[in-house]
C-alpha cells in the first residue's frame, strides 16, 4: 500500500517539481515527521531537508508573529475589559474568567473567518435588543446590564486588539489577520520559484482559504487532497463536504484539476464493531483486539481515542507482548492526577472549620499517588488510622509523630490569606519536583508537574495584580478555570511500536490495523453543544462554521481513515447515562447500512465480569452528642429530604443533620441544578400567588403570560444574590428555566381551555405537625409543598422537580409498603406521602391525589403516586388506610434515628 504521502511525492517529481527545495504545509507536525521520513528514503545524497510546516506554525511564520497560549491572554484581556467599563460596574476576576474564556474563542473564530469586526458586533448588539424586546414594559436592571454588556462588546475587543499590540502580544485569531495581509503583499511582489506545497488539508477557515487561493492563482503553490474518489462522487455524503465546496467555489478550479489521490476506499476491508458496556469494558477489548496483531504489524497499527480521556487507563493496560509503543497526544491537564492532587489540597482549605478538616478531603488527598511519593506508605496508615478511629474532622494534632517534618504538616497547617495558600502549593509542587527526580520512570509525572507548575505561576500572577482576590473560593475557581487551558503534549517517537493518538492525529496518515474507542453519537460527531455566544442564526449570517460543519468535519476524519486500511475496528460504549448515552455513532450504522459497501462488517458485543474491589464502609456509633442534636431536630422539625438522606446514606445524614457540614460540593460559579429548582420555584410562587382560591379563566394566563420574564430576573437576582448578567452556562440555565416556567403555565392554560376547572388552593405552602411516635414521644415534622390545587374537584398535591422523574420512582408496591423507607430510589414516593400525610393534620380531607410534575420530562405530564398494577404503576388516591401504612413506615424510620444499639452505616453510593 503506498500511503498519501508518498503518492503526492510521486505526483511531485512526475511534474519536475523539486521535492527539496519546495515548502510543505501539512495538518501536523506528526505528518511532517513522517513526511522527512519519506523524502530521506528518496534522496541518496547529504542534503537539508525542506521546509516542513504544521499548519500553525505557516500561519505564524507568514504572519512573522508567535502566538502566545490561551492562559497569558485572560489578564491582558481583563485589563482591556476594566480600560471600558466605569467604576461599579467591572466584573471581579472570577466573574470575568467565567464569561471571558469563551469570548475570546469566539474572538478567535470571527478573525479566522476574516469577519468584519464592526458590522458583526452591531448587528450581535441588535440581535440581543430584540430578544429581550418586549412590548410596553421597562427592562429590568439585569436584562439593561445584559444589553449593555454587549452593546460593549466591540469596545472590549478592540481595547483588547490595542493592548495586544502595544505589547507585542498575537492570539490566535489575530495571527491569521496578520498573515492573510502579509499573503496579500507576498503574492504581489514575490518572484520565488519554489513551491508551497499544501497536503491533507481538509475544512479551511476563510483566512487559509484566500492566503491558499491566492497562492495557487500565483502558481506559487500546489495543493493536494486526501479524499478518497468514490466519497468524493457522493454528492450527500457529509465526509466529502468542504472539498467539493472548495471545486465549486475556487477560480483556480475553472482551470485546473482537483488533486486527489486515492481510490481504495470501495476495496475489500475487514470492519469489526464491538459494543462493550463502559469505558474499562471498551479497554480490555482493546487490549485484546491489540494481543492479536502480529509483531510485524504494529508499527502499522494505530490505536484511535475518540474520547481522549480514556488514554491513561489504556496505558495501564498495554499488553506485555507490545514492548514499543509511541503517543502522540495532548491532554489536558485537568484530566490528570497531579492536578486532581493540587485542587484537593486547595479544596480543602476552603472547606475547613474550627473543628479542622473534614475527613473525605484529607482521604482524598492521602489516597493520591502523590501523597505516596511524598511521605512514602505512611499515608496509607493515616487513612486507616481515620477510618479506624471514625475521625470527622482532622487537624495536624490528630497524627502529629507521623506527620512531623513532612510536607504534610505543611498542606494540613491552616491558611490565612490567598497568597499563603499559593506559596503552599508552590513549596508542594517543589517538594514533589525533588522526589520524583530521585526515582526513575518517572517522566510522565514530571511533565504533569512542569504544566501544573505554569498555571500556579500563572494564578499568582492573576493574584498579584487584582488585590480584590482574597477569597480561597475564589483561588479554588481560578485553578478549575486555568487548568483546562493548559495541555500536556505527548511526543514521542512517531515510527516505532504501535501508536496511539487522538482523532486529530490521524490527518494524512494511513495505517494498516486500525482499533478506535468511544466511537458514540454524541462523541463522535460531538453533537450540537458548543461553548459560543454567536447563535447558530449568526454563524451562518456570517459564515462562520456551525455544528452541522463540525459534524462533516468528524466525518471526514472518520472516513479517511478507511481509504488505504485493511482491518479497522471500532468499539462504542453501549452504556446509558454517558457522554455518548449508550448510543452508537451515527457513522458505524452508516457502515452497517451502506448498500453499495464491499466491506465485511461484522458485529459483536462484550460482557465483561469485573471483579468488585471490596470498600471498607465507615461505621459511626451513636453517642450521647448524637442524640442530644436529634432531640434538637425532633423539635425544630424533621423534613422529608432529611428522612430521604438518611435512607440514602446515614453517614450523609450524620454529617449534614448531626455535625451541620454542608453538602461538599466544587467551587462553581454555575447555578446548580437546585438553584435553578429554587428559581422556578420562586418564579412559580410569584405568578400564581394572585389567583389562589380563584377558579383560573382564559385571561388569568394573559396576565401570568406577561409575568413570567420579570419575575425570572426577580427569582435570579433574589436567589443569585446578584444583579449580574447571566453568561454561559448561567444563560443557558436562566433560558431553560424560562422554558420550564413557560411550559407550566401553558399546560395549566391548556387543562383550562379544554374546560377543566382548576384552583389553586396555594402555592410554596409550609406545613407542620407534631406526631406522638411509640417509645419516642412527640417528635415534629414539616415540609414546604410547592403547589396544592383542585382540578375538577379532585384535590392535588404536587411537588415539583426539575430532574428527571419516572413513574416507578413515585409508585410502589402495595404489598412492600416498607420500601419507602429502604430503598433511595422510592424517595419520591416517601416525600409526597409525607406532604399529604402534613396536609391531613392541617387540613381534614377524605381523600387527595399527590404526584410530581418533571420539568426535565414535562411529556409526561403529572405524576401521581401509585401502586404497582402489573408491570405499570396505577394512580391510587390517599385515603385514611394509605396515611395510616404511611404512618407505620415513618414511625419505623424514626424510632431506628433513636435507636441507640443500631449504629450509622455508610452505604455506597
Not at 6 to 15: M, P
Not at 74 to 99: H, M, Q, R
Not at 289 to 311: C, G, H, S, V
Not at 586 to 600: A, C, V, Y
Request: hydrophobic share 40%.
Amino acid at each position: 500500500m503506498n500511503s498519501f504521502l508518498e503518492k503526492v511525492l510521486a505526483d511531485l517529481e512526475n511534474n519536475n517539481i523539486d521535492v527539496i527545495t519546495a515548502t510543505y504545509v501539512v495538518p501536523s507536525r506528526r505528518v511532517g515527521i513522517f513526511l522527512s521520513r519519506y523524502l530521506a528514503q528518496r534522496i541518496e545524497q547529504p542534503v537539508f531537508l525542506p521546509k516542513i510546516y504544521s499548519v500553525t506554525e505557516y500561519i505564524e511564520q507568514l504572519g512573522q508573529v508567535e502566538i502566545v497560549n490561551d492562559l497569558d491572554l485572560l489578564p491582558l484581556f481583563y485589563k482591556a475589559y476594566k480600560s471600558v467599563e466605569t467604576e461599579g460596574n467591572v466584573d471581579s476576576f472570577d466573574e470575568f474568567i467565567g464569561w471571558a474564556t469563551t469570548i475570546l474563542k469566539d474572538f478567535n473564530e470571527m478573525d479566522r473567518y476574516l469577519v468584519d469586526p464592526e458590522q458583526f458586533f452591531n448587528y450581535l448588539g441588535s440581535v440581543k435588543e430584540m430578544d429581550h424586546w418586549a412590548l410596553n414594559q421597562n427592562p429590568t436592571l439585569m436584562v439593561s446590564k445584559y444589553l449593555r454588556f454587549w452593546k460593549k462588546l466591540h469596545l472590549y475587543y478592540n481595547a483588547f486588539q490595542q493592548l495586544c499590540l502595544e505589547n507585542e502580544t498575537v492570539y490566535q485569531g489575530m495571527a491569521y489577520r496578520l498573515a492573510f495581509a502579509k499573503a496579500e503583499q507576498l503574492s504581489n511582489n514575490s518572484t520565488t520559484k519554489n513551491k508551497t506545497i499544501f497536503l491533507g488539508l481538509n475544512a479551511l477557515n476563510t483566512a487559509e482559504s484566500n492566503i491558499i487561493q491566492k497562492l495557487l492563482e500565483e502558481d506559487q503553490a500546489c495543493i493536494y487532497w486526501d479524499i478518497d474518489q468514490y466519497l468524493m462522487e457522493l454528492s450527500y455524503h457529509e465526509s466529502g463536504k468542504f472539498i467539493r465546496k472548495f471545486k465549486k467555489d475556487w477560480k483556480y478550479y475553472d482551470k485546473n484539476e482537483l488533486k486527489i489521490y486515492g481510490n481504495e476506499y470501495q476495496s475489500n476491508k475487514k470492519i469489526d464493531i464491538h459494543g462493550a458496556a463502559g469505558n474499562l469494558s471498551m479497554i480490555q477489548v482493546a487490549v485484546k483486539l491489540m494481543e492479536q496483531i502480529p509483531q510485524e504489524e504494529l508499527e502499522d497499527t494505530a490505536i484511535i481515542l475518540a474520547d481522549e480521556r480514556l488514554l491513561l487507563p489504556l496505558l495501564d493496560a498495554i499488553p506485555d507482548n507490545i514492548a514499543h509503543f509511541n503517543v502522540t497526544m495532548g491532554l489536558s491537564l485537568d484530566q490528570l492526577p497531579l492536578s486532581a492532587f493540587v485542587y484537593d489540597i486547595i479544596k480543602m482549605h476552603t472547606e475547613a472549620t474550627e473543628d479542622g478538616y473534614y475527613y473525605k478531603g484529607v482521604v482524598n488527598i492521602l489516597e493520591s499517588s502523590f501523597a505516596f511519593v511524598l511521605i512514602d506508605s505512611d499515608s496509607r496508615k493515616l487513612v486507616k488510622y481515620i477510618k479506624e478511629n471514625n475521625l470527622i474532622y482532622v487537624t495536624p494534632s490528630s497524627f502529629d509523630e507521623v506527620i512531623e517534618g513532612t510536607i504534610l504538616n505543611k498542606i494540613m497547617t491552616p491558611i490565612q490569606n490567598v497568597g499563603e495558600l499559593i506559596k503552599l502549593i508552590e513549596n508542594v509542587l517543589l517538594e514533589l519536583k525533588t522526589k520524583l527526580l530521585q526515582e526513575e520512570n518517572r517522566r510522565l509525572e514530571i511533565e504533569q508537574l512542569l504544566g501544573i507548575t505554569e498555571v500556579v505561576q500563572n494564578l499568582s500572577t492573576i493574584v498579584d495584580n487584582n488585590e480584590e482576590i482574597k477569597d480561597l473560593k475564589t483561588v479554588a475557581y481560578l485553578y478549575k478555570q486555568l487548568v483546562p487551558f493548559k495541555n500536556l503534549d505527548f511526543i514521542g517517537e512517531p515510527v516505532r511500536g504501535l501508536q496511539i493518538m487522538g482523532l486529530l492525529e490521524t490527518r494524512a496518515l494511513d495505517y494498516k490495523n486500525t482499533i478506535m474507542l468511544s466511537v458514540n453519537e454524541g462523541i463522535l460527531p460531538a453533537g450540537k453543544s458548543t461553548a459560543s455566544y454567536i447563535s447558530n442564526d449568526m454563524k451562518y449570517q456570517f459564515a462562520l462554521p456551525t455544528y452541522s460543519e463540525k459534524d462533516s468535519v468528524y466525518a471526514y476524519h472518520f472516513y479517511r481513515l478507511l481509504h488505504r486500511v485493511n482491518h479497522a475496528a471500532f468499539i462504542y460504549n453501549t452504556e446509558g447515562d454517558t457522554l455518548g448515552g449508550g448510543e452508537k455513532s451515527r457513522f458505524l450504522t452508516q457502515l452497517e447500512t451502506d448498500p453499495n459497501s464491499k466491506h465485511i462488517v461484522s458485529h459483536q458485543h462484550y460482557i465483561f465480569k469485573n471483579s468488585a474491589v471490596k470498600e471498607e464502609l465507615m461505621v459511626v456509633e451513636k453517642e450521647p452528642s448524637y442524640f442530644e442534636r436529634l432531640q434538637q431536630i425532633a423539635s425544630s422539625g424533621f423534613s422529608p429530604s432529611a428522612l430521604t438522606s438518611y435512607v440514602r446514606n446515614p453517614i450523609d445524614f450524620y454529617a449534614s443533620k448531626i455535625l451541620r457540614i454542608s453538602q461538599m460540593e466544587d467551587v462553581e460559579e454555575n447555578i446548580a441544578a437546585n438553584t435553578m429548582g429554587s428559581i422556578i420555584h420562586e418564579a412559580l410562587d410569584k405568578l400564581y400567588q394572585p389567583y389562589v382560591n380563584k377558579i383560573l379563566i382564559n385571561e388569568d394566563f394573559d396576565k401570568i403570560k406577561k409575568q413570567i420574564k420579570p419575575e425570572l430576573d426577580v427569582a435570579y437576582q433574589e436567589c443569585y444574590k446578584s444583579d449580574s448578567t447571566p453568561l454561559g452556562k448561567n444563560k443557558i440555565i436562566y433560558e431553560v428555566s424560562l422554558h420550564y416556567i413557560k411550559m407550566m403555565v401553558q399546560s395549566d392554560l391548556d387543562l383550562v381551555a379544554s374546560g377543566s376547572e382548576l384552583i389553586i388552593k396555594s402555592v410554596e405552602r409550609k406545613l407542620e405537625a407534631v406526631i406522638d411516635v411509640p417509645e419516642i414521644g412527640k417528635v415534629k415534622i414539616h415540609g414546604m409543598v410547592d403547589r396544592i390545587d383542585q382540578l375538577d374537584g379532585k384535590l392535588r398535591i404536587i411537588d415539583y422537580k426539575s430532574g428527571a422523574t419516572a413513574k416507578g420512582n413515585v409508585g410502589i408496591d402495595p404489598e412492600n409498603f416498607d420500601i419507602i423507607i429502604d430503598d433511595y430510589g422510592k424517595a419520591k414516593a416517601f416525600q409526597v406521602l409525607m406532604y399529604t400525610y402534613l396536609y391531613s393534620h392541617n387540613e381534614p380531607f377524605t381523600e387527595a391525589s399527590a404526584g410530581i410534575i418533571s420539568f426535565k420530562n414535562f411529556d409526561q405530564g403529572y405524576i401521581p403516586f401509585g401502586f404497582k398494577a402489573g408491570r405499570s404503576y396505577k394512580e391510587k388516591m390517599i385515603d385514611v388506610a394509605v396515611l395510616q401504612d404511611f404512618e407505620q413506615v415513618l414511625f419505623v424510620l424514626i424510632k431506628e434515628l433513636f435507636n441507640k444499639n443500631i449504629p450509622l452505616t455508610e452505604k455506597p453510593v
